[in-house]
């Protein structure tokens, strides 16, 4: 049954998967180093990304500039829900925090059941052509530009991190807040941005993926907890660890569908979560990481 | 309103709720009063939880779930003494509670929340995929009334004095714990948890004994509420759940004695309202629009009113409780200079 | 000798908070540990009460060895502390703040204090009595029942320190407990210091306020760089041409 060239197409299927959870689990770290507040409202951002692009580019609009206008679109809710709900309850404990961002999350699944109801909706593919065939299992090309989003992001990141003089400052400025307010910068500011780049990210992951998925008002949910899964199997401050985590999470939950039961694959991620937060907290791959120092 | 002694205020009230089902005829009514009853049990534990010991739990849910399928389970395929398999429904998510809280309960409280969403969303996925157990999707029918020696509680009558009768014991109980050493070591621990340790508090036992207070009540709801419906599905004990507890927490009050009654009735209350007027603005939706309004509320009061509608017209805590300065990235540096 | 510290050394990433620190407190006395800003007096304090875990070095308490234990249980050994950021339960009132300081003297559990028990009363009854006589010292038995954060800055660092001794400590370590304070109550300060050391409590002293320093303390350490620069009296401390160039600079004179 289990012929080599099934198991690599399951391989590919899990890299798939694995990319778009590495991509919401970097917005999530990114967004949670920033500001300390672990954001439940992040799925919501991939699902309303996706929907928007979806219905912008079913009024006529090229596909490029409904990807644009919906990232855009949902970079600005971002902003504004930092603004409105994150700002203003600035001084809170983290419990408030995490139930503002958990009001934010069910708020925004009802809004989008509202625009877009239970339907099931989907984007053509970017580029046109077959699946490419490699040992015997396809990849389609849909694929090749989630990993490319992904290797995109991933590179920006470390880019902006490590080599400008602004993303040092921001790593800086998680470390200490005092020190940053001596450099100047602004943390509220950069909590705002951090919530602008989390919304961008999460639209374009929603997007990338909207041709290969069954788009729904309530896929973000899901969606949100496998980039936690991602985000804490690398131990929610690495940025590395996540895609990692992410590619993990999509390999294994890929093999597990395919060779056990599909009905439970959400219940390995979940397994997944459970366990590392019980036996290593500070992430599976956090912790290599230190020990090699 | 002079006339009303305020000590009596709270008493009269619950003498009036008492004395509800021999003045009316409704079912529905009962079955309302009965359900907030319920729910303000499991509310109550996580009143603790999140107002006392500062934790907060996103999968209160699925306690009550397994409360409710322990009882199934052994009434209907073991055929169990019903009072045993009540017990039964208690234990078991306190046991969990145990397990899940010892290493998650030492870290931020973000670790919890997201271990308690993950293990809610586990819990019903088994309901609904334990189909030899659990019967799948379809769940669990006859369930026999909860019964001690030869009485049944077989009406809703009698199901509304069991609850009520728990209840006041329970609130009794709950009293005296916020007014104990251990109600004030627990907000210690709120406030300040390096002056609790200080002050001797074991916090990392007495936040996992919090939990699993608040797992073993919402399981003890949740094998009530299965001899109450006599039937159980996965679907009253979804996400969507644990977050209505949360909410009625947050509602009613958090740190108050009455705010878990309190906010069970109100989210009771809005959720059947909505379920009635929903469908007649939009045409064609359905009960789960109420999302919407559950995410707004909880949002706007935890930005504007963190103590619950229950504190509204008698502010608790003075306006001065934080110093500039000390908001969430402060915490986490604090712990993460004084932590690991 | 209630306190021997050995050996103690904290590095943080390649930064030395504490080395090699040692010293002896006698029991009834009172030990300062002064240095400028960043000296590693904290630092000591965290170690001590558990709060850090040392790279090296023992700490014990009258022979009973301290490293390895929670901060919980070094409180339970007898000794406990104030911080130089306050840390009062701010949403308490004043009295429930010493009550709950004095958590260690009760025994009622999670269980038992929700069931209707006589012998609790008792006890709560008892520990309530002790910690209004401790506000009666410090003056502040008519603020009993405010929430503890709108008292007057001065007054919490009293009643800081009235909640860890509510505790009954044998060794109470305090962090620059006369920061912010004028001079009116320093001096207040200084004599219920003065007060408790009567009582036979010894005490562990971070303070920058030099006069109030030499006035109450019975030996001195001065720290700088995580490093102890010299130990002995407050006389032979001023007498110390290392300390002089530290702490008190080239032609520093103390009062």
Known sequence: MDTPSQLLQLLFTGLTLGSIYALIGLALVTTFNITGILNLA??????????????????????AAAFIIAVLLVAALG??????????????????????????????????LLVWGTETYSLPAFSEGGPLFIGGAAITPQSFWIFGLTALTLAGLYAFFELTYWGKAVKAAVLNRTAARLMGINPNRLSLLAFLASGALGAAAGIFIAPVTMTTYDMGFMLGVKGFVAAVIGGLNNIGGAVLGGILLGILESFSAGLISSGLKDAFAIIILIGVLLVRPQGIIGSLKERKI | MAFINKNHFWPGIILFLLIIPLITNSNYLLSILIIIGLYTIIVQGLGILMGYAGQISFGHAAFFGLGAYTVAILTTRFHSPTVLALLGAALLPGVIAALIGRPTLKLQELYLALATLGFGLLVHIGFTEGMELT??????AGIPYLSVGSFVFDSDIKFFYLVAGILILLSAGIKGLIESRVGRALRAIRESEHAAETAGIDTAALKL???????????LAGGLYAYYITFISPSPFSFHASVQFVLM??????GTFVGPLLGAAMVVALGEFLRWAIPVVIPNAGGEYQIIFFGLILVVLMIFQPEGLGALGKRLKPATQKLPGEGYSTKIEAEKEGGL | MLLKIEGLTKIFGGITAAKDICCQVNEGNIFALIGPNGAGKTTIFNLITGMLKPDGGTIA????????????QIAAAGITRTFQNLQLFGDMTVLENVITGAYLKGKTGFIKSMLPLPGKSREDLRIKEEARALLKDIGLEKAAGIPAATLPFGQQRLLEIARAMASGPRLLLLDEPAAGLNSMETKELAGYLMQLRSQGLTMLLIEHDVETVMEVADRIMVLNFGCAICEGTPAEIQRDPAVIKAYLGEDGNVA
């Open chain 3, 61 to 72: 308490i009258d022979g009973k060895e301290l490293i390895g234990l929670k901060p919980y």
């Open chain 1, 42 to 63: 992040q799925g919501e951002f991939v699902t309303i990304g996706a929907l928007l692009a979806i219905s912008l580019y079913a009024t006529g609009l090229p596909l």
């Open chain 2, 249 to 254: 927490a947050v509602v009613g009050g958090l």
């Open chain 2, 209 to 219: 004994q919090a939990f699993i207070f608040s797992a073993l009540l919402a399981g």
């Open chain 1, 79 to 112: 902003g504004v829900l930092e603004r409105c709900a994150i700002q203003t309850a600035r001084q809170a404990s983290a419990l408030t925090l995490i139930i503002i961002t958990l009001g934010l999350s069910i708020f925004l699944r009802g809004l989008a």
């Open chain 2, 135 to 140: 019967g799948g999707p379809s769940g669990i």
